[in-house]
């Protein structure tokens, strides 16, 4: 029997050394990450056994109650395991949208039994989730969102659309927000958060070609499709404050990217020493270097930021606001980054496929722009900037007709 953190981290660091791969230590390459789902994929045996391996012992949520699949883990212990997995560099053993963003809203808002009958699958890595939030007119403004739920006695008949859905064609279901009441006195008011299955009859979903070549995000149709009444979470009508709720989580699960739990895999400082002689000494070189430099600097103080705010987040302190401000960061960060990497590169940096250019150099062409996509997603910076100064900074709005 365990009986203090010290002998946690001992066991803890123990078991992590037995049971995680060697190669599931370190950055992960892109495509090498798992996706938990009733499809899920593994390249190899590792990565099924370190999926296994966690599950089993219920650290896909460490930190949440064994009544419903969790660890169980005190938020100390919670912390102590974290540091065991950033000193190994584990691999996250699973990607999980629900885990990350509607797990949290289901223990706090969800009933008895929506918490019983949803979060145990997602415990498992059983069932992949997608979020329905953005529409083609309610993206930055989503309260303006048409999407229905029509009160149909057992059921509410949805019919509209979602766009910008993120694997909505390999999920199983998705956490969708709906006007549940259109004569609302304020848009907010009137709408609700539903979970579907995206494999009810008139759910069709269609993939959208992106700039970097791949096609994670999608547009959702949804034709008079019936979904049970018990699948409402929360208060009819009460879905704007669980859309806040959720979307904090979202930032944060964002704000943790660069910390390994999306690792990054291009080495900043180690490519810019293989485009730049280390003895150049032309004023372009030294600038690029010192840039790079100072952008090594703001990653590593990202990351030890995250870690605080996950500290701070495990001890039951509100961290909401940092997490706006982390999402914001690290997206313009990874901006900056890969902007440099073009400028170190040159037209390197710019190839789309063919064997004159490496593996790397193709990766980095389509990660530079992707990045761009990052600064949108989970909230624009634009809108991040407006809710940093109004929630965390508290400023007044500017007055109607413009500064005087």
């Not at 099924?48 to 391996?53: D, H, M, S, T």
């Not at 949803?118 to 930055?140: D, H, I, K, Y």
């Not at 910008?164 to 709906?178: A, E, N, Q, R």
């Not at 999402?327 to 037209?347: S, W």
Request: aromatic share 8%; net charge negative.
């Amino acid at each position: 029997m365990i009986n203090t953190i010290e002998e946690f981290r001992a066991d803890t660091r123990a078991w992590l050394e037995s049971n995680c791969p060697e190669s599931i230590r370190g950055p992960a390459k892109d495509g090498e990450l798992v996706w938990g789902g009733s499809r899920i994929e593994f390249l190899n045996e590792a990565q099924r056994l370190w999926f296994e391996r966690m599950r089993d012992r219920g650290w896909f949520c460490p930190d949440w109650p064994t009544a419903y699949g969790g660890g169980g883990l005190t938020p100390e212990q919670d912390s102590v395991l974290q540091q065991e997995l950033k000193r190994l560099k584990c691999r996250p053993p699973q990607i999980n949208l629900g885990i990350w963003m509607l797990g949290p809203v289901l223990l706090e808002f969800g009933t008895e039994e929506q918490k019983q009958r949803l979060l145990p699958p997602m415990t498992r890595g059983e069932v992949r989730w997608c979020q329905g939030f953005s529409e083609p007119n309610a993206g930055s403004d989503l309260a303006n969102l048409r999407t229905s739920a029509v009160d149909a006695g057992d059921h509410y008949v949805v019919n509209g659309s979602k766009i910008w859905t993120s694997y909505g064609d390999k999920s199983d279901w998705m956490y969708c927000l709906v006007r549940t009441d259109p004569h609302a006195a304020k848009k907010q008011e009137g709408i609700s958060l539903v979970v579907l299955d995206m494999h009810a009859d008139g759910v069709e979903v269609r993939p959208i070609d992106l700039i970097s070549g791949k096609s994670a995000f999608c547009e959702v149709f949804f034709d008079n499709v019936k979904v049970p009444k018990d699948n409402l979470i929360g208060p009819l009508n009460g879905g704007w404050t669980l859309a806040k709720r959720l979307l904090q989580h979202e930032r944060s699960a964002m704000s943790k990217f660069g910390d390994f739990c999306l690792p990054n895999h291009f080495d900043l400082m180690a490519i810019v020493s293989r485009y730049i002689p280390e003895d150049s000494q032309s004023a372009a070189d030294i600038m690029l270097r010192a840039k790079a430099t100072e952008l090594a600097l703001n990653e590593q103080a990202f990351n030890l930021s995250v870690r605080r705010m996950g500290e701070e987040a495990r001890a039951g302190q509100d961290v909401s606001a940092t997490a706006a401000i982390m999402k914001l960061v690290h997206t313009e960060q990874e901006k900056q980054k890969f902007e440099l990497l073009v400028d170190v590169m040159g037209h390197r940096a710019l190839g789309w496929d063919g064997d004159e250019f490496s593996e790397q150099e193709l990766a980095i062409s389509k990660a530079w722009l992707l990045s761009y996509t990052q600064t949108i997603s989970g909230g624009s910076s634009e809108v991040q900037l407006n809710v940093i100064a109004k929630r965390v900074l508290e400023l007044p709005d500017a007055p109607k007709g413009g500064a005087k």
